[in-house]
C-alpha cells in the first residue's frame, strides 16, 4: 500500500534537488494557506459536489479535486477527445479557440474541454462560473494553477478520459497556444492513417535532449534529481495525439513511478517506455508554425525551418483531397503563434487540395 507522503517527504531527498522542490513546496503552501482563508461563498469546487482524485507515484502523491462530474455524454458517438491545458485567467484565449478550430464546423465527432487548476480570487471564480454556465466545456481543478504543476493537469485530462470516455478511440492532448483542426484528425482516424497499434503516441519525437543543468534556467534539472545524460525520446509536449490504451496504461503504471515534474519527458518519455507505447513520428500531421512574420530572432527560425517540420501554404494532400497538416504548434525557442491568424493559414491549403482533387477525379472519369 503507498501512503500518501508529507510535503518534506515529497519528489526530492538530496539537496542538490531541493531547488527545485522548494518552488513546489511554497506554491503548495501558498495554495493551501489561500483554499482555507477564502471566505467565498461561491467557490468554484464546492458548487457541485468535488470528485477527488489521487494522482499516485513512486515517491508522490498529490490529491487533487475536480469540480463535478463529467459529462459523459458528451462523449457518445465521438472519435477524439482532446483536453487543452490552460490557465484560470486565459479566458480570451479560450475564446477564440471555441470561434476558430473548437467551433461546431471541426467538432462534429470530436468533444473539446478546458483543463484549468485552482482560482486564486473571487472574481475568477465568478468569471469561470459563468464560462462554465455559458459553455459548459470547462474542468476546473484543485491544482495550483502554474508550470510546475502541468504534469498534474495532463494527469486530470486523462483520468478524465480514462473514466469517462474509455470508449473514445484517440486522444489529444493540447496547449491553449496550439492549433489543430479535429475533423481532419478524424478523417485520418477513418482513413486508417495512424494504423492499428494499440498503445502508441504520434507526434513530432524530440531524440537525444540533455537535461539542462544551469541552475538558473527555466528547465533546470539537478543532476541529483535526474542522473542520465540524456533524457529517453519523447513527443514534443505542446500536443500530441494518442490512442486510448495508451492513457489506460499509462495510468496504471503512475504509481511504479517516480515523479518527473517535465510533462512530456514524463508522460511520453519514461512513462511510455516503462508501458510499451509507441512511439510515432507524424511530420506529416504535425508541424510548426515557423511563419516568416514572426520570425523575431533569425537563428530560432533558421533552426527549425527545414524539410518536414515547418508548415507551408501548400500541404500535400491525401487521396481524399485532404491536407495532411492537422495540427500546429511551436518550437521552444519559436514565438508562440497568434490563434487566430494560424487557423487561417492553417486553413489555406484546404482549397489547393480540393482543387488538386476535383481535377484528378475528372481525369479519372
Not at 510533462?263 to 500531421?285: C, N, P, R, W, Y
Not at 495532411?324 to 482549397?351: G, Q
Request: proline residues 5%; contains cysteine.
Amino acid at each position: 500500500m503507498i501512503k500518501s507522503m508529507t510535503p518534506t517527504q515529497s519528489i526530492f531527498c538530496t539537496p542538490a534537488a531541493r531547488i527545485v522542490a522548494v518552488i513546489l513546496l511554497v506554491e503548495i503552501g501558498l495554495f493551501t494557506y489561500w483554499s482555507l482563508g477564502t471566505s467565498s461563498s461561491h467557490h468554484v469546487l464546492s458548487l457541485s459536489c468535488p470528485i477527488s482524485v489521487n494522482a499516485t507515484f513512486a515517491n508522490y502523491r498529490l490529491n487533487y479535486k475536480l469540480a463535478g462530474e463529467f459529462d459523459a455524454v458528451r462523449c457518445e458517438g465521438k472519435k477524439l477527445f482532446i483536453f487543452v491545458i490552460t490557465t484560470v485567467s486565459s479566458y480570451d484565449q479560450r475564446d477564440v479557440i471555441r470561434q476558430t478550430w473548437a467551433s461546431n464546423k471541426h467538432t462534429r465527432h470530436a468533444v473539446v474541454t478546458f483543463i484549468v487548476g485552482q482560482p486564486k480570487t473571487r472574481i475568477h471564480e465568478e468569471l469561470l462560473i459563468h464560462e462554465s454556465d455559458t459553455y459548459g466545456d470547462i474542468v476546473v481543478t484543485s491544482i495550483p494553477d502554474s508550470y510546475n504543476f502541468t504534469a498534474f493537469k495532463v494527469h486530470a485530462g486523462y483520468y478524465l478520459h480514462n473514466t469517462y470516455c474509455p470508449h473514445v478511440p484517440f486522444v489529444l492532448r493540447a496547449d491553449d497556444d496550439i492549433v489543430a483542426l479535429p475533423d481532419r484528425f478524424v478523417h485520418f482516424i477513418n482513413s486508417g492513417f495512424f494504423g492499428n497499434d494499440e498503445k502508441a503516441i504520434y507526434g513530432i519525437l524530440v531524440k537525444n535532449s540533455k537535461p539542462v543543468r544551469d541552475p538558473n534556467h527555466k528547465w533546470y534539472i539537478p543532476m541529483d534529481y535526474y542522473n542520465q545524460s540524456a533524457f529517453p525520446t519523447y513527443v514534443n509536449g505542446p500536443a500530441y495525439l494518442m490512442t486510448a490504451k495508451s492513457t489506460e496504461a499509462i495510468l496504471e503504471k503512475t504509481p511504479e513511478t517516480t515523479f518527473f515534474w517535465i510533462e512530456d519527458v514524463l508522460f511520453t518519455g519514461l512513462m511510455a517506455e516503462k508501458t510499451g507505447v509507441k512511439l510515432v513520428e507524424s511530420l506529416g500531421i504535425f508541424k510548426f508554425y515557423c511563419n516568416e512574420r514572426d520570425k523575431s530572432d533569425r537563428s530560432a527560425f533558421d533552426n527549425w525551418d527545414h524539410e518536414g517540420y515547418c508548415m507551408r501554404q501548400a500541404s500535400s494532400c491525401d487521396k481524399s483531397g485532404v491536407p495532411h497538416v492537422t495540427l500546429i504548434s511551436h518550437a521552444p525557442d519559436f514565438p508562440r503563434p497568434n490563434v487566430e491568424r494560424a487557423y487561417n493559414d492553417m486553413m489555406m491549403p484546404l482549397k489547393t487540395c480540393e482543387e488538386e482533387y476535383a481535377k484528378n477525379s475528372v481525369g479519372d472519369a
